[in-house]
C-alpha cells in the first residue's frame, strides 16, 4: 500500500486551504512499470481539534515506521519568517479513525522544533532524524547561520 500527505486543497495555487489529508492507494510493479490502484482517504484530520499553537499547520511528511508498525508524520507552520514544525505518531486504525498523537519530551510539553520540518527517516527502533527546509528564511542552527541549500536537522529519541 502506497500512502502520502495532501497539504493543501483548494481551487488554485493561491486560493486553498491547509489540510492534515491521507490518502492510500494499492500498488503492483510489473516490469518496472508502476501500476496504481484506486485512490482513497485513509484520514482528514481536522487541524483545529490537533493544532498545539495558534499558527496555522499542515501536513508536511508521513513516513512508514516499520519497526514499531507506526506512521511517523510531520506537521510544519510557515508566517512571517516564523517557522516550526511538529512530529506525531500513528497506528493505521488511529489514521482511520482521524487520529495522530504528538510527541512530546521527557517533561510532557509538546516539541516544536522552530524550524519548518520537511522529513523523517528512521534511525532504529528508537531514534528518529527530523529534517527541515527552512526555505528562503535565515535560521540559526545553534551558533551558526544556515547558509542556502543547508539543511538542520534533530535527532529525537523516544522511551
Known sequence: MMYWGVREEGKAFDDFKYKIKVLSSPYKIINNKVTVGDIKLSADINISLVNPSNEQIAISSIEYDHLNNRFLILTSYENDGKLGGYLWTATLNELKEDKMNIVRDLQGNVIDFHHKCEDVTIINKKKVIVIDDD??????????????????????KFK
Open 135 to 156: 526555505d528562503r528564511t535565515i535560521t540559526r542552527m545553534g551558533n551558526q547561520v544556515r547558509q542556502p541549500n543547508q539543511a538542520g536537522y534533530s535527532i529525537v
